[in-house]
């Protein structure tokens, strides 16, 4: 396979933020996916609306030139992607050499992996709170900043990321605060706490493995719900909101000027919400969740709260500024899981068929309550395929 240290002559290389501005924006894209067949299957280029794509494998290109440029739509631009960008360069230089308009990833799907957006959920003289999206995984965090302080919520492994976002505001990282175990993320929640001594807290009862409750190899702060911590100008709330996890916690925050927003973790999610199966007590799971949404959320809301989940089921649940987040009240009119009067109703809307746990669910456990290290190679399969915890109501 030949790779060039630099695109030929009238072949262009997009960059991945610039690929997400274009799936943000609902640009017309025709993705050609030059990855082998078991790649593509685990995860693929996802936009606010669907993106076509044709799965054309790279070696089809060595193995029958001909036979493979005859699939390729010739009537519109072609963004080729592979798994780590050399592949897609050699077949976006093939097609170009004939005459069609292409370009390609640059890094391929692993830089798109890899790719954070990070956006103002809102700016104002008391502080931001800023949103961090991993659009590849669905993954949501989140940095609250006020006063020079910071509180980062339910961050992901790369946790250089969070750092740099607190130093460029000037803030120092005091809390690292947990919704929940996480059972489809790899959670940065250990490593950030301990680079930057600050404290790491959850429920006591997500610090103990779900089916054979083997306690976590961490240091935290155990919080029960009804606590109340200031952060510069704000004050944060920790609320009991049991369903997804046994120890699942949603978090409040409150600004001098009366602003509400809810940090709901993968309890609530805008178009839908967190498994309640992955622990192999169903019933017993849906049963609290269906308790959380329907008797303590009232008491945390009202119509102008903005909801703020840990992750989004698909790009379309951004708003028109790239923001994952929704007021209450957009909830309450049309969320189906709002809508039911009873556990049993909820339970098809928040649980699979199968009975079988996803075989990655055990190990993003185990790693998370530190009782499994795991390697840099070991975390990029790991965190592959999108998370698995969420489901929609729809």
């Keep these: 396979m030949t790779t060039l240290n630099y695109p030929p002559s009238g072949l262009s290389v997009l960059e991945p933020a610039e690929l997400y501005a274009e799936l943000l924006a609902g640009q017309p894209l025709f993705i050609l996916d030059v990855r082998n067949e078991l790649e593509y299957a685990r995860n693929r280029i996802r936009g606010r609306y669907p993106v076509p794509t044709l799965n054309i494998p790279y070696f089809a290109f060595i193995e029958d030139e001909e036979s493979a440029v005859a699939q390729v739509p010739t009537d519109q631009l072609l963004t080729v992607i592979c798994a780590k960008e050399g592949s897609s360069q050699y077949v976006a230089e093939l097609l170009a050499a004939r005459g069609i308009a292409t370009r390609y990833l640059r890094g391929g799907f692993q830089a798109w992996l890899d790719f954070y957006d990070v956006r103002d959920v809102v700016n104002a003289g008391w502080g931001r709170i800023i949103q961090i999206i991993r659009p590849a995984r669905g993954d949501l965090s989140y ?18 990321l969070y750092q740099e976002v607190a130093a460029a505001a000037d803030a120092d990282i005091t809390r690292v605060l947990l919704t929940h175990l996480a059972a489809g993320r790899l959670s940065g929640g250990a490593a950030l706490a301990g680079e930057r001594k600050a404290l790491l807290a959850m429920h006591p009862y ?4 779900p089916r054979t409750l083997s306690p976590a190899h961490l240091t935290y702060v155990p919080l029960l719900g009804g606590e109340r911590v200031a952060l510069g100008q704000l004050l944060i709330e920790a609320h009991w909101f049991p369903g997804h996890t046994p120890g699942h916690l949603v978090y409040r925050v409150i600004s001098p000027m009366g602003d509400r927003f809810l940090l709901t973790g993968d309890a609530l999610l805008l178009n839908g919400c967190g498994r309640t199966d992955l622990g192999g007590h169903a019933q017993e799971w849906t049963a609290l969740l269906f308790r959380s949404l329907q008797e303590v959320l009232p008491t945390l809301v009202d119509d102008r709260t903005l909801i703020l989940p840990s992750s989004f089921l698909s790009l379309a649940e951004t708003r028109s500024d790239g923001v994952v987040a929704a007021p209450f009240a957009a909830l309450r009119a049309q969320h189906p899981a709002l809508q039911v009067d009873s556990a049993a109703s909820l339970l098809p809307m928040v649980t699979t068929p199968s009975s079988e ?14 009782l499994q290290p795991l390697t840099d190679e070991e975390a990029l399969e790991l965190e592959v395929e999108p998370s698995l915890c969420g489901l929609s109501g729809y």
């Design 357 to 370: 746990l996803p075989a990655a669910v055990d190990t993003f456990w185990r790693v998370n309550l530190g």
């Design 143 to 160: 940095v609250i900043i006020s006063a020079g302080e910071a509180a980062v919520v339910d961050p992901g492994r790369h946790i250089h």
């Design 206 to 209: 997500d610090a103990l493995h």
